[in-house]
């Protein structure tokens, strides 16, 4: 059995360390401009059929979907095939927020850093591979459907007696709450989309701690997210 450790931190990607909502404004307009609006507006439909279907954004999936579309006949422009050359050389290190590494470094002064994200099994590990995440964090990498439903196999990877979890989602900090209780402590950066829709953040309770954005973990007291107490 591994030795736990006193705090494990989990980071989630998507505009938590990396500006997701700017990598789908550039995706959308590189549809627009080189396959058309009507091609465009095909694969956003599918994409977010898919997204209700599968419960994560799949990028590749919508594509494959799309191109049986085509191939039967009911889709605009099978140049839209194209469109993977963008997702797989796209910078992502590039749509980093601002001192996110920073963030991870000081974090892995006081215990060990892993990155906890849903999606699917190809083009996330990708996004976080080619956007510098995976090395930061040397390779403690965890993707999954639903994470907030593989607490356990989470745990079993990463034996802790706290964790600390930063997601600009309040409801996946709120269901990891919900199990986790006092051995969790939430953190949530007022980051993209979702933390900036003031309905769906007044449907869930705070974290225990919220911030503007995820370089001002850099001037918090890293120890006091964890209080561990002698047993």
């Not at 507006?41 to 419960?55: D, Q």
């Not at 099978?78 to 050359?85: E, F, G, I, K, V």
């Not at 995440?133 to 403690?140: E, F, H, I, N, T």
């Amino acid at each position: 059995m591994t030795t736990p450790q006193d705090v494990v931190f989990l980071l989630d990607v998507d505009n938590t360390l990396l500006d997701n909502d700017r990598v789908i404004a550039d995706l959308r307009g590189h549809l627009e401009r080189e396959f058309g609006a009507a091609s465009a507006e095909r694969y956003w439909a599918i994409f977010e059929s898919l997204r209700s279907e599968l419960g994560y954004a799949d990028y590749l999936g919508a594509l494959q979907r799309y191109r049986l579309d085509a191939e039967l006949g009911q889709g605009n422009d099978l140049r839209l095939l194209q469109m993977s050359a963008f997702l797989i050389d796209y910078p992502f290190a590039d749509r980093l927020y601002p001192r996110a590494l920073e963030v991870i470094e000081r974090l892995s002064r006081f215990g060990p850093t892993v990155i906890l994200s849903d999606g699917d099994v190809v083009f996330q590990p990708h996004k976080v591979r080619r956007s510098g995440l995976w090395d930061a964090v040397s390779g403690r990498v965890l993707i999954y459907i639903h994470k907030e439903q593989m607490l356990d196999a989470m745990q079993r990877h990463n034996p802790a007696r706290h964790y600390v979890m930063v997601d600009d989602k309040l409801r996946i900090l709120t269901a990891m709450k919900g199990v986790m209780q006092s051995r969790l402590t939430t953190v949530f950066p007022r980051q993209g989309h979702y933390a900036l829709d003031l309905d769906a953040v007044a449907t869930y309770p705070a974290a225990d701690l919220s911030i503007e954005r995820i370089g001002d973990l850099l001037d918090e007291d890293v120890r006091g997210l964890f209080a561990l107490k002698e047993k």
